[in-house]
């Protein structure tokens, strides 16, 4: 079993960052690829990240590519999603997922507005 539990969201004004945490319980984490998702009001949800168990593998989506960057540390159980020259289309609900195995988890989310 893994809790996933997000913060750092909050309103930023265009072109500024943010930094998002994820932190899990359980022993798992270490051996779990992680994600970050993100679902915009009316629209699916969307991964926005990911990053291998050890750290050496990270992927993108194009639209975040040269702006985001997921991060993680295994010994805090932590996952980071450092968010630069936000837009208003980044705005949406963010969320943490981690595939441990054959089972997966889902963080509550935390909401991210970019506006002026």
């Known amino acids: 079993q893994m809790t996933l539990v997000e913060s750092g969201g909050g309103l930023v004004q265009p072109g500024g960052s943010l930094r998002l945490s994820c932190v899990a319980s359980?022993?798992?984490?270490?051996?779990?690829?992680m994600k970050w998702y993100r679902q915009a009001p009316g629209k699916q949800r969307d991964l926005v990240a990911s990053?291998?168990?050890?750290?050496?593998?990270?992927n993108y989506a194009d639209s975040v590519k040269g702006r985001f960057t997921i991060s993680r540390d295994n010994a805090k159980n932590t996952v980071y999603l450092q968010m630069n020259s936000l837009k208003p289309e980044d705005t949406a609900v963010y969320y943490c997922?981690?595939?441990?195995?054959?089972?997966?988890?889902w963080g509550q989310g935390t909401q991210v507005t970019v506006s002026s």
């Open positions: 990053i291998s168990p050890g750290g050496t593998y990270t």
């Open positions: 997922f981690a595939a441990a195995g054959a089972l997966d988890y």
């Open positions: 359980g022993s798992a984490f270490r051996i779990s690829y």
